[in-house]
């Protein structure tokens, strides 16, 4: 069982930047993915970035370029800056992670933080 915590989203200008972070605990091991999705309203939940156990990473079309995301496999964090942000980016991001030895892929994701809101105005 892995426990998910998100925080670092708030409220920010259409350009400006923000780091969502996320830690994770309850595993003795870090062989399962972690990734990031973005829940707008009267949308569909999709993801937007992950990192494999292996390290291999994966972000969106939309994002690419803007962000940067990292994964420490000692202290069990992932973290996400976006940069230029805008409206498009606005939702709830959540973190989640897959079941030992998951792929990364939404349908593969076993555990789930609670979100943290990120908000952008123009």
């Known amino acids: 069982q892995v426990r998910l915590e998100e925080s670092g989203g708030g409220s920010v200008q259409a350009g400006g930047s923000l780091k969502l972070s996320c830690v994770a605990s309850g595993s003795t091991d870090n062989n399962y993915c972690m990734a990031w999705l973005r829940q707008s309203p009267g949308k569909e939940r999709v993801e937007v970035a992950s990192?494999?156990?292996?390290?291999?990473?994966y972000v969106t079309h939309s994002l690419k370029n803007r962000v940067t995301i990292s994964r420490d496999h000692a202290k069990n964090t992932l973290e996400m800056q976006i940069n230029n942000l805008n409206p498009e980016d606005a939702g709830i991001y959540y973190c989640?992670?897959?079941?030992?030895?998951?792929?990364?892929?939404?349908?593969?994701?076993?555990?789930w933080g609670r979100g943290t809101q990120v908000t952008v105005s123009s």
């Open positions: 990192v494999s156990s292996e390290g291999r990473s």
């Open positions: 989640a992670a897959s079941g030992p030895y998951g792929l990364c892929s939404p349908s593969s994701y076993m555990n």
